[in-house]
């Protein structure tokens, strides 16, 4: 590929713990090993055990890595592995596999990019209210504080959380992820009190000496497909995207969401107070991209599309409308539409200007072809060639972007569809845990070989 890349660009890949690690008897309970004992809750029953078994598999998986050539690795840290009960005790087994996880990485040299909350809550806190409860920011503070004393010298770069969107609205808004709850107005504080939670946490990481710290969401560029959607299509922008943005730059709640989720909640969880809090200085934010958000007028029967995670159920006080997605998709239902990216990044840079900013997950469920020759993906290799290309075209309109995270290392638990959408680069798989990499494996890996 014929790409002008910015000097000290990054490429990496990405996981989340537990899409990957298994060994649930090695740690404490989370949500989404509750939600996953809901019958139909994850298609076809599959649950965190064995998942990709990377916690017995490590040595292996960074081996995986160091074979790619990449520069940087993205994976999250298990609360409930480190803190069995979500506060307290951390555990001496759970530290020992992120002491090896990271010094692996670093024997390597694969700079480690830390995640303390990839959407999987100790049990303990959920069953106490989970993110519409407040304490549970001041939980995640304390064990971001302790993460911090651990791994400051050498974790590269950390991020608070990944996506709070998806962990509120989708958690406690549409039910369609842990824990379940249909409660707008519960999502509302959850959102709130997820970005609490990163303020305080980068305080203590800071005061920690940890360094290069930032948040990752899911800015999500949302296009009215006709003027008679402008306001709908505000509303899921307001609730999608400027309120994270707008809480973080110290804003407060958007005045129009504010007002249009007024049926669904009196604010009352909102504190003045808060503002240094939730916009405390960040070092840099990752956007993770997939697609855009159409939004179309409604139809008679027909609120959902086949695009997971396009629903107006997971949008607190939604309007009638209907998302709209244009092909090609990719097996997800989502829109292909690399030009997106920059629509994403000048969002983020709209509302926080000069703050460096890195790709964090971009990646494809598509169509594989398994044969004796190997595991042919060249619908993603062709999406990755697409949105590598969006993004360097960015860089050179002038957004700070510095790096760039395919999603996903492996195939991987796919949340609530289970296996049966996958994101890897490296085949998993489910009955065995053989790691295959796939063609676009050889592609990055070729790619990353190639540079100057
Ligand atoms: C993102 C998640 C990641 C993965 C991809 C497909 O929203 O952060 O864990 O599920 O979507």
Request: with cysteine; glycine share 10%; aromatic share 10%.
């Amino acid at each position: 590929m014929d790409l002008d890349i910015p000097p000290g660009f990054e490429f990496g890949v990405a996981t989340s713990s537990w899409q990957i690690e298994g060994d649930v008897a090695g740690r404490g309970r989370c949500n989404w090993d509750d939600f996953a004992q809901i019958p139909g809750a994850i298609i076809g029953g599959a649950t965190g055990e064995p998942a990709c078994d990377h916690v017995h598999r490590l040595e292996e998986d960074l081996d995986l890595l160091a074979w790619l050539g990449v520069d940087a690795y993205r994976f999250s840290i298990s609360w409930a592995r480190v803190m069995p009960q979500g506060s307290g005790d951390l555990s001496a087994s759970g530290l020992d596999f992120y002491d090896r996880l990271i010094d692996g990485l670093l024997e390597r040299g694969i700079k480690p990019v830390a995640t303390l909350f990839h959407w999987d809550l100790p049990s303990p806190l959920e069953v106490a209210g989970g993110w519409p409860n407040r304490d549970t920011a001041y939980l995640f503070a304390d064990y971001a504080q302790a993460m911090g004393e651990r791994y400051a010298g050498k974790v590269d770069r950390w991020a608070t959380l990944n996506e709070p969107w998806c962990s509120a609205f989708l958690g406690y808004c549409a039910g369609y992820f842990a824990p379940g709850r249909k409660e707008p107005g519960a999502s509302l504080a959850a959102a709130y009190h997820l970005i609490l939670a990163h303020g305080l946490a980068i305080e203590r990481l800071r005061a920690a000496g940890a360094r290069n710290l930032g948040i990752v969401l899911n800015v999500i560029p949302v296009i009215a497909e006709t003027p008679s959607m402008d306001a709908a299509a505000r509303h899921v922008d307001g609730t999608q995207n400027r309120l994270f943005l707008d809480l973080l730059a110290g804003r407060g709640i958007p005045a129009d969401v504010r007002e249009s989720c007024a049926s669904v909640t009196d604010w009352a969880f909102v504190r003045d107070a808060d503002n240094p809090v939730l916009s405390a200085p960040i070092d840099w934010i990752g956007e993770n991209y997939y697609t855009v958000m159409r939004v179309a007028e409604p139809q008679a029967g027909a609120t959902a599309t086949a695009a997971i995670a396009q629903d107006s159920a997971d949008i607190p006080a939604c309007p009638p409308l209907r998302f709209a997605p244009r092909p090609p998709f990719t097996e997800m239902g989502w829109e292909i539409l690399p030009e997106g990216i920059e629509m994403a990044l000048r969002k983020i840079t709209d509302h926080l200007p000069g703050v460096p900013l890195w790709i964090c997950e971009n990646g494809a469920a598509v169509q594989e072809v398994i044969d004796d020759s190997g595991i042919h993906d060249p619908m993603r290799i062709e999406y990755f060639e697409g949105h590598f290309r969006a993004v360097m075209r960015a860089a050179e309109r002038g957004f700070d972007v510095r790096g760039y995270y395919a999603w996903s290392l492996m195939d991987n638990l796919e949340w609530a569809s289970g296996w049966t959408k996958q994101f890897g680069i490296v085949h998993v798989d489910p009955a065995t845990g053989t790691r295959t990499p796939k063609d676009s494996a050889a592609w990055y890996r070729d790619f990353l070989a190639a540079r100057p």
